[in-house]
């Protein structure tokens, strides 16, 4: 099983330019999860959905949707990049329904000139 | 409000030195408590939590109610325990799993 993959893994955007982060799960989890990791500010998350067909808003939501396509997929997408968005981010997910521990992908890496 | 506290961004003690990496919380209520540790070019990974009370890698970490803390210990430390470690807190949001974490503390284990 590959886990929690994520594509790309970096990525330079120009101001204004619109991108999508791509994460799937083979683990057949509930859950997933997208965060942001900035030094300093640890990981923050950005949107969660608990279940296929749902999606929540988590601590910074602002300039990402997401997408949860099916049970293993789910996307962030960017519509406007801004320099205050260069960071890494994470993809994780968990089995849900109070199954707390959360498996990660790899991280992109994304900067925003 | 739920938070998640570490106040050292760099801990740095000598191989066999002991390490204790704090975490301070704020929970209404019974917190469920996660240390997660990130070596350098893996990805991030679940350590312990205090519901298994158990020890990884030599690594222990108690629950105090009163202090309000989960520090991450450990009695000898080893180059190898070299990472970014962050403390998490299950947040009361039903079961998604939802985690808080704190801003991290980098473990550099000098030889």
């Known amino acids: 099983n590959a886990g929690v993959t994520q594509t790309p893994k970096f990525q330079v955007l120009k101001t204004g330019q619109s991108m999508t982060l791509q994460c799937a799960q083979d683990m057949n989890h509930n859950s997933m999860y997208w965060y942001r990791q900035d030094p300093g500010m640890g990981l923050r998350l950005i949107y969660y959905s608990a279940s296929e067909g749902t999606t929540d808003k988590g601590e910074v939501p602002n300039g990402y949707n997401v997408s949860r396509l099916n049970k293993r997929e789910f996307s962030l997408r960017l519509e406007s990049a801004a320099p205050s968005q260069t960071s890494v981010y994470f993809c994780a997910s968990s089995q849900g329904q109070g199954g707390e521990t959360q498996y990660f992908g790899p991280g992109t890496r994304l900067l925003v000139l | 409000a739920q938070r998640v506290t570490q106040p050292e961004k760099l801990l740095s003690v000598f191989k066999g030195a002991p390490v204790e990496l704090k975490c301070n919380y704020s929970y209404s209520g019974s917190p469920e408590l996660f240390w997660y540790v990130q070596y350098s070019r893996q990805r991030l990974q679940l350590l312990l939590r205090?519901?298994s009370r158990e020890s990884i890698k030599g690594f222990t970490a108690d629950l105090n109610k009163g202090e309000t803390s989960f520090h991450l210990k450990k009695p000898f430390a080893q180059e190898e325990d070299s990472a970014m470690y962050y403390c998490?807190?299950?947040?009361?949001?039903?079961?998604?799993?939802?985690?808080?974490f704190g801003q991290g503390t980098t473990l550099q284990v000098k030889p």
């Open positions: 205090h519901i």
């Open positions: 998490a807190l299950k947040g009361s949001s039903g079961n998604t799993g939802k985690l808080i």
